[in-house]
């Protein structure tokens, strides 16, 4: 069925089937560090009318406390800690449900997010932004040293990477015998900044894939590992959730294969072409310019 332009017609039957309304931030809530217009009073709106608000952000940036602080610093202080779940937490959680051994160490080709939420899970990371000014050198008769210790690498965004954290993370895989190699999501790109779409985790994973020569577990949507503690904290049936995101093979994806309502809006990476273009798979239940059309068609008489 063709995705449907969200209007006065049908968005009172959507809004009505659904108890928990899950958000993608980048693209969708905001856009690097600008609140996307109208978002912060669609969400009080939303909130109002008794229905459950989560954030599922592939970013791994920020932990969820440092994406709650940018909800507030954005003047959105209503969201808190546990109605956030970032692709940082769901690396954490994924080693933790897999008991990982609290012995072995993380190494991280990321941000800070990933290493707070390993830490407050309990285990040791490595990495992360200190390793972005190291370098790696060519020298004849020297070995790259790496911790033996090591049983996971996380890959995520990394605005910093360079050679080192590759042939680090590339050792730790290739030789730290049951090495796990996670992704915290394949974003092809993402909008840092207000203005324009920059390289997203996916590059970075894609150059862990080229020297491993394996796949990751992705942990991040479209996977929906997250999806467990979704049910878990808020105990509503998919059917009556809706995924809002700003693309198609994350977002949208995610939502599809957890069986939920999905809407996209166009705010983000995917343009309305792109949607309706012959040969897109990915079609959203419905889809709409921007979240604050949905105050508007709340508001209408």
């Not at 809530?29 to 952000?57: M, P």
């Not at 690396?91 to 072995?104: Q, S």
């Amino acid at each position: 069925m063709a995705p449907q332009l969200l209007s006065s017609r049908n968005f009172k039957s959507l809004f009505d089937s659904v108890d928990t309304f899950l958000f993608d931030c980048d693209g969708v809530i905001w856009k690097g560090e600008k609140l996307i217009d109208g978002v912060a009073q669609t969400l009080d709106l939303i909130r109002s009318k008794g229905k459950n608000l989560v954030f599922v952000t592939n970013n791994s940036v920020k932990s969820r406390r440092q994406y709650a602080e940018k909800f507030r610093s954005l003047g959105v202080p209503s969201v808190t800690q546990d109605e956030i779940f970032s692709s940082s937490f769901a690396a954490a959680m994924y080693l933790k449900v897999n008991n990982f051994h609290k012995d072995k160490k993380v190494y991280v080709i990321g941000g800070e997010g990933i290493l707070e939420e390993l830490q407050i899970a309990g285990f040791t990371g490595l990495g992360g932004p200190e390793d972005g000014e190291k370098r790696a050198q060519w020298k004849s008769n020297s070995l790259f040293e790496h911790d033996k210790s090591v049983g996971a690498v996380v890959v995520g965004l990394d605005p910093n990477i360079n050679y080192y954290k590759l042939q680090y993370g590339t050792l730790c895989v290739r030789e730290n015998p049951g090495c796990l190699f996670i992704a915290t999501n394949r974003d092809a790109v993402g909008h840092m900044t207000d203005l324009q779409e920059w390289p997203g985790a996916g590059c970075m994973v894609a150059a862990m894939c080229g020297s491993t020569e394996r796949e990751p577990i992705v942990v991040g949507k479209p996977s929906t590992f997250m999806m467990d503690f979704l049910l878990q904290k808020f105990g509503t049936e998919t059917s009556r959730m809706c995924m809002v995101g700003d693309r198609l093979d994350t977002d949208i994806l995610f939502g599809q294969n957890a069986g939920c309502k999905t809407l996209l809006v166009l705010t983000g990476v995917t343009s309305e072409s792109n949607l309706l273009k012959e040969g897109n798979e990915i079609e959203p239940d419905y889809y709409t310019s921007t979240v604050s059309d949905m105050m508007k068609l709340m508001e209408s008489p």
